[in-house]
């Protein structure tokens, strides 16, 4: 290395050598190791990779896709709310079913009818229909297992039990939504009303409860499988001309999820051949000698083995095998072409500097050269990915933990496997072996005399003259006399500045309008019958929402009038948020205080107040579930809101945390608890978790940069590409439709190791570059980088392209943001930074104050291959 010629440049190589020399000399040391004995090399990964394949013995155990295990908050409130329900309020699904006192959602089939033509569910025509559709459900094993009540099976509907199989109700003749005693809010949708009577319904909805607790519960889930398996069949055979029918049971949200990963295992087929083909045509040479056909797809392997070891590996440890990490190696193949393409071309650089160099020597200056650029590039990737496990969303664990160990494999077989093919691969080129047939090939004045197609196949020449190694490649010469001086031309350069106003303008738009949580709907398949099931509910049952526990958690003086006051006044707060409805309240401490107010019942002490219940409860039986009474003392209790026009992920993002602010604001310990509430947990810590990763992240990238790229203009231009790109994905997710959730959070994390990946190199070639002007260094450091940076994004994008395909949400999504994670980085290692480097480069940075050049090359992300 040339010495430095002057104290600030010294500084600098001092401070670079303390971390890139003992680097250097490390890679050195095991180039010449593969170098001296490749088979090993080869075989050991081989045999390590088949050995650690063997944890997908384990693959059915490890599979973790339960819906609510993995896609909602670990700790979150919600879940200590059921389990405080579920001690305080035991159910009896044989004797005392109540569908809106059920700590779960249950276990149920449910049908929405909705009348065609757009007329009335209740008309003649109609209603027939439905008495036959749910007289075809009704069957003798539905009666032996159905959820009881009143001695009976709970009524899938208020409107049939309180008219058995007499014809509809006459318009006019019902109040709504509550009629009498029974709620219709969420048993008609469509309704129009005059003067809160009924006039006509779109639709109707039948819900079959069945008993999950006991002896009973796996023959009601045998009869909720055999009812997704024949209700098309029945209603197919019903010939129901009135009525259109969608279905759903507590199961299919499930079984539909567990579908997903295997309809994406026919995309890996498809990925691997384009990345292939790509990787081949990236690397072809017209010479039959020295053609790199091998060295691709040897690359391609060597991604496929690391993807086997990790997953091996994390099974065999017990790591839960989530639908997410079905993702993983689809990414792990792109950035693995990546380092391949890197390899290679300081293999070619290393050949052009010394050819007649041994082979040692030769892979001693590519692992110099190239294994620093990989190591920056993974060591970023993985720390992001590992930090990526502190989340509270096991499935952005797991999936971090595969492919975050998948990278390290990745690294080691770039390292040792496909070093060793490299030196192999130089051997067969020595010997003058044919890349196809292995065989000898002569080239002498003789074959001047074969066919040219002969020549053509055997010499890769029609003369019979071998061809001679190429020069500069076609597009770094391209990005070197075209694109550099056209993207630093002036008026180009105000141009970009403009276009990059438009871009963060448009990201910091987007963000502002970002959806938060995960929509249940999108863990199905687009094909699946739940999706028109969804689309009912949502058109015609999506005024009425969850209907809310609301527990006094503690024992306390109910019989004091102070207290029961104070009950009323949190009970009002509580009523008084716009998404409760005051007048579909249930509460038995009201009925009972207006019974005492009547003078029915005495409850100003504590005798009177527990003795007097069963007055209570001989007029309202169901109250009698909402109070867990000891002899002497109430321990707990419950009361009921109505939730209305709880229609996006916002409004219930909204109304949990106006619900337990209430809640908290109250002086009697209060919990707020539907079933839902477990999803909603996730609106409260995915931005936190989101934000808390990335900066953590972002921080270890540039510990990584300061420690590997030692230049502080260097560092601040990382610093800019992480946030820019992260911004902008984050933005432009809202245009393309993608919720902030667990599924996407993870791609957010993957932001960061890319944007270092495409920035750091183009900035670092800008201000190690020995040229006079700013624009000059950046003319040149795009001649270096550009083709590298378009191939490497293009070979990831190839990795996951296919995904754009599925019929899933969850690869649709990932494909999704990682093509703008992509597309952003390329964006800005290609036109922003160059464009910005030319406004601020002259910053600590100068002619007279730069590397030499040979560590500009070592540091270089040259992925060409000439």
């Known amino acids: 290395m040339a010495g430095p010629r002057d104290p600030a440049e010294r500084c600098s190589c001092r401070n670079t050598n303390c971390v890139e020399r003992p680097l250097r000399r490390l890679f050195e040391g095991l180039a010449s ?7 090993p090399f080869v075989l050991v990964p081989l045999l390590l990779s088949g050995g650690l394949g063997a944890g997908f013995v384990f693959l059915p155990q490890r599979q973790a896709n339960d819906i609510e295990e993995q896609f909602t908050p670990t700790w979150g409130p919600a879940k200590a709310e059921r389990d405080f329900v579920r001690r305080h309020f035991p159910t009896d699904d044989s ?3 109540s569908a809106p006192r059920l700590p779960t959602e249950g276990a149920y089939a449910a049908l929405i009818a909705v009348a065609t033509n757009g007329t009335s569910v209740l008309e003649p025509a109609a209603w027939a229909d439905v008495l036959r559709l749910n007289a075809a459900v009704h069957d003798t094993e539905y009666e032996r297992l159905c959820a009881r009540t009143a001695g009976g099976c709970a009524s899938p509907n208020p409107l049939l039990s309180r008219r058995g199989d ?5 318009p006019g003749s019902l109040r709504f939504p509550v009629n009498g005693s029974e709620f219709l ?9 005059d003067g809160g009577r009924l006039l006509r319904a779109r639709a109707l909805k039948l819900l079959y409860y069945l008993r999950e607790d006991g002896p009973e519960a796996q023959d009601s889930r045998q009869w909720l499988e055999s009812f997704l398996q024949s209700i098309s069949s029945k209603v197919a055979d019903l010939r129901l001309g009135s009525i259109q029918v969608t279905y759903f049971t507590s199961l299919s949200r499930q079984e539909e999820f567990e579908g997903n990963t295997r309809s994406v295992i026919p995309l890996f087929s498809i990925t691997y051949f384009l990345t292939i083909t790509f990787s081949i045509i990236s690397c072809l040479r017209l010479s039959c000698i020295r053609n790199n056909t091998w060295l691709a797809s040897c690359g391609v392997l060597s991604s496929g083995l690391a993807v086997l070891s990790s997953f091996g590996l ?3 440890c017990g790591v839960p095998f989530v639908v997410t990490v079905a993702n993983a190696p689809f990414l792990i193949l792109g950035v693995g072409v990546d ?6 071309a300081s293999w070619e650089q290393s050949l052009r500097k010394k050819e007649k160099s041994n082979v040692k020597s030769l892979l001693a200056e590519t692992y110099a050269e190239a294994a620093l650029s990989v190591t920056i590039t993974t060591l970023t990737d993985v720390l992001a990915f590992f930090i990526g496990t502190w989340t509270a969303f096991p499935s952005v664990r797991s999936f971090c933990l595969y492919t975050g160990t998948a990278f390290v494999f990745c690294y080691v077989y770039t390292l040792t496997f496909f070093g060793a093919v490299l030196v192999l691969n130089h051997k067969r080129e020595e010997g003058n072996r044919h890349w196809l047939t292995c065989m000898r090939v002569d080239v002498g004045k003789d074959q001047a005399e074969n066919s040219c197609l002969y020549n053509a196949c055997c010499i890769g020449s029609c003369s019979g003259q071998p061809s001679q190694p190429e020069g500069e490649h076609p597009m770094s010469t391209f990005f070197k006399k075209y694109y550099g001086p056209f993207i630093t031309n002036k008026w180009i350069k105000v141009l970009m500045v403009l276009l990059y106003g438009a871009y963060l303008g448009g990201s910091i738009y987007g963000c502002t309008q970002i959806r938060e949580g995960i929509d249940l709907r999108n863990l199905a398949n687009d094909a699946s019958y739940i999706i028109p099931y969804y689309d009912d509910e949502d058109k015609y049952f999506s005024t009425y929402g969850p209907r809310v526990m609301v527990v006094i958690a503690e024992s306390v003086d109910y019989w004091n009038e102070s207290v029961r006051l104070a009950i009323e006044s949190c009970t009002q707060n509580l009523e008084n948020i716009s998404y409760v409805d005051k007048n579909y309240s249930e509460s038995w401490l009201r009925v009972y205080t207006g019974l005492a107010k009547s003078g029915l019942v005495n409850i100003d002490s504590k005798t009177d107040f527990l003795n007097n219940l069963n007055v209570l409860f001989r007029i309202l039986p169901s109250f009698e579930w909402d109070i867990n009474k000891t002899q002497d003392e109430i321990e ?9 026009n709880v229609t996006s992920a916002v409004d ?6 106006q619900l337990r602010e209430a809640a908290k604001q109250c002086s009697i310990p209060l919990k707020v608890y539907h079933p839902a509430f477990i999803y909603y947990d996730q609106y409260l810590v995915i931005v936190q978790n989101t934000v808390q990763n990335i900066v953590i992240a972002a921080g270890a990238m540039l510990v990584v940069s300061l420690l590997l790229i030692p230049n502080p203009l260097c560092c601040l231009w990382v610093t800019f590409a992480i946030a820019s790109v992260i911004v902008g994905v984050a933005g432009f997710m809202t245009f393309w439709k993608v919720n902030l959730d667990s599924i996407s959070m993870i791609n957010l994390v993957i932001c960061i190791g890319f944007s270092v990946d495409f920035s750091a190199h183009i900035s670092y070639a800008f201000v190690t570059s020995g040229e006079s002007s700013a624009n000059k260094r950046s003319i040149e450091a795009l001649s270096l980088l550009g083709y590298p940076v378009l191939q490497g994004a293009v070979s990831t994008i190839l990795g996951v392209v296919v995904l754009a395909a599925s019929n899933t949400y969850i690869f649709r999504t990932f494909f999704k943001i990682m093509f703008l994670v992509i597309l952003f980085g390329a964006l800005h290692g290609l036109v922003f930074i160059p464009v910005f480097l030319t406004f601020f480069g002259n910053f600590g940075s100068s002619p007279h104050n730069t590397m030499s050049k040979k560590l500009e090359h070592r540091f270089r992300n040259d992925k060409d291959c000439p």
């Not at 007499?166 to 006459?170: I, K």
């Not at 809010?185 to 009303?193: I, K, N, P």
């Not at 219930?652 to 945390?657: A, C, D």
């Open 33 to 39: 190791g593969v170098a001296a004995c490749p088979w």
């Open 95 to 97: 004797e005392r079913f």
């Open 166 to 170: 007499a014809g509809p109700p006459a």
């Open 185 to 193: 809010g969420a048993a008609l949708g469509g309704v129009e009303t």
């Open 314 to 316: 994390m099974l065999f």
């Open 339 to 344: 380092d391949m393409f890197i390899m290679i």
């Open 636 to 644: 707990a209790s419950r009361f009921f809101i109505q939730t209305v």
């Open 652 to 657: 219930e993002k909204n109304l949990l945390s």
